[in-house]
């Protein structure tokens, strides 16, 4: 962008000062907000929200794979008698619970919930800029994600139950009733839930483009964006060119269950009768569904490594190691997350030579990804690294991605895919590479930037006890877990005592259960400490962590337009932290370059 | 009333909660400490913790390869599972060396690191040389990984050896049958619009398309009767779904009218190489049984949904698709009875299950494998053949309105759930009087 943009978008801001002060009403303000610091506090609680109704379903389901066939109390609060007689889940029931847990965590949770909080906060002051490029688009991002998140949850207390063919959906199980009860109206709202979280998903990440783009302040080029910028713009790119193919794939399976056409149905006998659709593919629908649905990892993993390389190099008071190795990372994991998502599909009867081509690509996200953790790693060496809450969750993020990513290089090898496919150890991979990490990047965002949303700051010392439980709990949940699956336990089975091969390692399940329930309930002292300090925390102040980025410019107080006066202009990257020959071991970037100093770059 | 009474002490435990950090929070004013102001005692038992957990996330891990290594699964016991499991050997070797390094330095670093104010952080943007060297070393490692793996994915996909012998596992919610080719050796078309309690697996022959015929004529005679009948008690809507079925079974009727001339055309022209000429024969059983050191090729269906067939022990593994057959080359090559020597447990079974979310039931669909000698094999395969099924006692019951049905077929599917001498009159039952 030109300086001559610039100069319009000024001009426009200081008109726009002029009329500042109107009054909002209260719904303006709160409900049908369109700045984009109310609106990622909407996506954040809501997100809150849906993370809980997530977690209690994890609950639900883990009492049942440790102690199998027990009544309990708890189970039966939630279900009531019709799903957990007794309190002992009924089998449809844990289908469904696996099913929206998954649903939600994946979308609602580090979807929504994470892009939708930091892209919104973070684009806008970031890159210097009074708010999105459309507000009102924004706004709708949000009422859409609020839309598809009820329809979500009253899919919940439909008769059959909700959606329970697995958070992919694979028809035929999703496609007929007869099949499952869950395949009945619970399906068809997931469907419409998720046409209409796409909807939001997509205005939001057509936003975010074009802020960045189109809305960076004077000198902010795209070679001094902090990490978090890149990420969030490589992430809205993935969902713009995926997610309409996730919205087709649900579509053609809308009609084929309600129009009878037969895009994924073919030859299927059931319910004692031959049903009529021939010649579709339930085949077609995997590759349309991964074609969104290998993308949506990085677009759940991308902004938490962002997060993360800000997070880190601010706390460690370092620049981030390898600035433009870390864009160049983010971009080939972008490009290759679109070549790769036949490794899910090795067994499906698809061409083994295919397969081959798949393998390749997959193995080869390996590489950028292990530069990631390389700079991250050498960020911290020889740092000063200040132990908040958010670098706390900064380096469990490093240390569940280099867990979870090994486990990776097995899976992608289709020979090995073989015998693990489907097994609690692509249960623990995912969980640990894309759930845990996402989720600590979640975690670390929410305790660096709170003073940002909320203008005071959190407990740090509850924040220590929330990581360190969390920490340990996520390792004890999914570590046994591969070794669950290498004894060739298969996931989603309600009960494993029927196979008397893996009695050897049923009390890991109990040991698992433990673990979860511990660091599900480590959560409400997050909840806790973020609703009560959102109205009592302590007053934040400007610039709490000493940071270079301009977020830490604007006044506590949220105002709408971001900065009092005019927009900051940028001078220097946003990681001279510890520069030789500064009194402080930081220099904002809005600090003009001094006589001779050079702009260092990764 | 419990339920209220929980929640009433779930909200006086929160209520306490925030009266307790109103206590910490005015203390914490009182002596001017800021939550962004990180003490040196919070950055050192951060720090130390960072060891700590280091030490423990090994020790874990080892504690679980010690305790629980000997529960994985034993030794292959196909000849392709030795090499996946050579490969994944290989695998853990250079991930377990990665693994280590890098969580050491990972926690090393976040604890010798830690915040002193008296020193300041080392500016070190970026290193050309070492950003290359930590490109190119995973690179090299990952194409060795790629070739290697690939050389063994594209040997276990490889073509079958001609003559590899055929076995079919067929998948419905939720249990599995197995098909065998019979004494021609070749297994016989299948279509899903054939399938019935006597023909669970839709294999076609001329009998079983005559006994569907037959079935479908039957049907839809008696829902016109009905119609015709009691067409103005009934209420519109149920005429309605009456009609519609109708339509349907006479649509289904032409297909299977046109499946018939195909057949005929085929066997017409292609004689034995015909694959519609080779379903008479087929062994259709609910048992699973492979010879040892013979190849043998999985041919994988499904009735319904997506199924997957898995045989741990065997390193096995393909989904079973709607409306296509996929395929799995492989070679047993340790029998059952020596497996029950090697986990030490005389009712070791192999087993194949569902590997694919496919309903209520996912968690129960297996059936036994039995891998034993040729000799072994060949004496249970000559009892399989000869197994007296029911179908021909079925097949000519539903026979009034229809072409007659065969007589004297002595060759269709055998089921052995239908050879129960007490199920197969009671299907039969049910197709004479078709209720739904």
């Not at chain 1, 794979?65 to 609060?77: C, I, K, Q, R, Y």
């Not at chain 1, 089998?91 to 994946?106: E, K, Q, R």
């Not at chain 1, 998720?194 to 936003?207: H, T």
Request: with cysteine; charged share 15%; aromatic share 12%.
């Amino acid at each position: 962008m030109g300086a001559h943009a610039h100069d319009t978008h000024a001009a426009h801001h200081d008109a726009h000062a002029a009329h500042h002060h109107h009054q909002e009403s209260w719904v303006s303000k709160y409900i049908f907000s369109q700045d984009h610091k109310m609106i990622s506090k909407q996506f954040l609680v809501t997100a809150i929200i849906m993370a809980w109704v997530a977690v209690i379903m994890s609950i639900l389901f883990r009492l049942q794979l440790a102690w199998p066939g027990e009544g309990f109390a708890f189970t039966n609060f939630f279900l009531g008698d019709k799903w957990a007689p007794g309190g002992v889940l009924n089998s449809n029931m844990y289908l469904a619970l696996v099913t929206i847990h998954g649903t939600i965590m994946v979308f609602f949770v580090l979807t929504g919930g994470l892009s939708g909080t930091f892209s919104n906060l973070l684009i806008p002051l970031q890159v210097g800029a009074r708010d999105m490029a459309s507000g009102f688009l924004n706004m709708l991002s949000y009422w859409f994600f609020f839309l598809s998140s009820i329809l979500m949850l009253a899919s919940l207390f439909v008769e059959g139950g909700p959606a329970s063919s697995g958070w992919t959906v694979y028809p035929p199980l999703s496609a007929l009733p007869e099949a499952i009860p869950g395949s009945g109206t619970g399906m068809t709202l997931w469907l419409l839930s998720m046409a209409i979280f796409i909807a939001s998903a997509l205005l939001g990440g057509l936003n975010y483009v074009v802020t960045i783009l189109n809305l960076r302040t004077k000198g902010m080029k795209m070679t001094r964006m902090p990490l978090t910028i890149w990420a969030f713009f490589i992430t809205a790119v993935l969902g713009i060119l995926s997610f309409p193919v996730l919205l087709s794939c649900a579509l053609l399976l809308l009609l084929d269950r309600s129009l009878g056409t037969s895009f994924y149905l073919s030859d299927i006998h059931i319910g004692g009768e031959a049903l009529e659709q021939t010649g579709g593919s339930p085949i077609l629908f995997q590759h349309l569904f991964w074609f969104l649905g290998h993308p949506e990892v990085y677009i759940v993993l991308l902004p938490a490594l962002g997060i993360t390389s800000e997070v880190i190099a601010t706390n460690a008071r370092k620049p981030i190691f390898g600035y433009r190795a870390m864009i160049g990372s983010i971009l080939a994991i972008g490009f290759l997350s679109f070549i790769v998502w036949g490794h899910h599909m090795y067994l499906t009867g698809m061409n083994p030579f295919l397969g081959s081509v798949f393998v390749f690509t997959t193995l080869l996200i390996a590489i950028p990804s292990a530069v990631k953790v390389f700079n991250y790693l050498t960020t911290l060496w020889r740092g000063n690294i200040v132990m908040t809450p958010a670098m706390l969750f900064s380096i469990g993020l490093v240390a569940t991605f280099i867990a979870g990513g090994l486990t990776g290089i097995i899976l992608a090898d289709s020979a090995l895919d073989i015998n693990v496919h489907d097994t609690y150890f692509v249960v623990a991979h995912f969980h640990i590479v894309m759930g845990m990490s996402a989720i600590f990047g979640m975690f670390a965002g929410i305790y660096h930037w709170f003073p940002k949303m909320y203008g005071r700051m959190m407990n740090t010392k509850l924040g220590y006890a929330h990581f360190w439980i969390t920490f340990v709990c996520a390792f004890g949940v999914f570590f046994p877990m591969h070794f669950v699956g290498l004894a060739g336990a298969p996931r989603r089975y309600y009960d494993y005592s029927e196979f008397p091969f893996l009695n050897g390692v049923t009390d890991l399940n109990v040991l698992i259960t433990v673990f979860a329930i511990i660091g599900g309930a480590a959560q409400m002292i997050f909840t806790y400490n973020f609703f009560y300090s959102i109205y009592r925390g302590q007053k934040a102040v400007q610039n709490p962590w000493r940071s270079n980025t301009l977020e830490w410019t604007t006044p506590v107080e949220h105002i709408h337009g971001n900065w009092p006066g005019p927009i900051p202009t940028v001078h220097r990257w946003p990681y001279d932290y510890s520069k030789p020959g500064k009194a402080e071991d930081f220099v904002p970037q809005t600090v003009p370059l001094e006589h001779g100093e050079d702009e260092e770059h990764g | 009333m419990t339920k209220l009474l929980i929640i009433a002490v779930l909200v006086l435990g929160v209520l306490a909660v925030v009266r307790l950090s109103r206590v910490y929070e005015l203390t914490a004013t009182l002596r001017g400490k800021r939550e962004e102001h990180i003490s040196d005692r919070d950055n050192r038992m951060n720090a130390r913790f960072m060891w700590l957990f280091c030490v423990l996330y090994f020790a874990f891990f080892l504690w679980l390869l010690f305790a629980y290594g000997d529960k994985m699964l034993p030794v292959a016991a196909s000849e392709h599972g030795v090499w996946t499991d050579q490969l994944l050997d290989v695998n853990w070797a250079i991930l377990f060396v990665v693994f280590f390094l890098t969580n050491i330095l990972l926690f090393y670093f976040a604890g010798r690191y830690v915040y002193d104010k008296d020193r300041k952080a080392f500016y070190y943007s970026h290193n050309n040389k070492l950003e290359l060297l930590w490109t190119v070393v995973p690179a090299i490692t990952l194409i060795g990984i790629i070739i290697y793996g690939l050389t063994i994915w594209n040997r276990i996909t490889a073509h079958s050896p001609e003559g590899t012998a055929q076995v079919e596992l067929y998948a419905k919610q939720f249990d599995w049958t197995a098909r065998y080719p019979g004494k021609d050796g070749i297994l016989g078309a299948t279509d899903y619009r054939l399938i019935n309690d006597n023909n669970p697996l839709g294999v076609v022959t001329k009998e079983s398309i005559e006994t569907r015929l037959a079935e479908l004529a039957t049907s839809i005679n008696a829902t016109v009767e009905k119609l015709k009948q009691e067409g103005e008690y009934l209420p519109p809507a149920k005429v309605d779904e009456l009609n519609e079925k109708v339509e349907r079974e006479r649509r289904m009727l032409r297909k299977v009218t046109n499946l018939k001339v195909m057949m005929e055309q085929d066997i017409a022209e292609k004689g034995e190489a015909s694959p519609y000429a080779h379903g008479a024969d087929d062994v259709v059983i609910k048992e699973f049984h492979l010879p040892v050191r013979k190849d043998v090729e999985l041919v994988i269906r499904s009735r319904d949904v997506i199924h997957s067939a898995y045989i741990p022990h065997l390193r096995a593994q393909m989904n079973a698709v709607p409306g296509m057959a996929t395929r799995f080359h492989m070679k047993p090559t340790i029998t059952t009875d020596s497996m029950r020597v090697v986990v030490g447990d005389d009712k070791f079974d192999f087993v194949l299950l569902c590997n694919k979310i496919c309903g209520a039931s996912h968690y129960n669909m297996q059936m036994p494998l039995v891998v034993e000698s040729q000799t072994a094999f060949d004496a249970w395969y000559t009892e399989a053949m000869k197994k007296p099924f029911q179908a021909p006692a079925a097949a000519a019951t539903p026979a009034p309105a229809a072409t007659p049905a065969a007589t004297d077929s002595t060759a269709t599917a055998a089921d052995t759930t239908a050879t129960d001498s007490a199920a197969a009159p009671a299907a039969a039952t049910a197709q004479a009087q078709p209720t739904h």
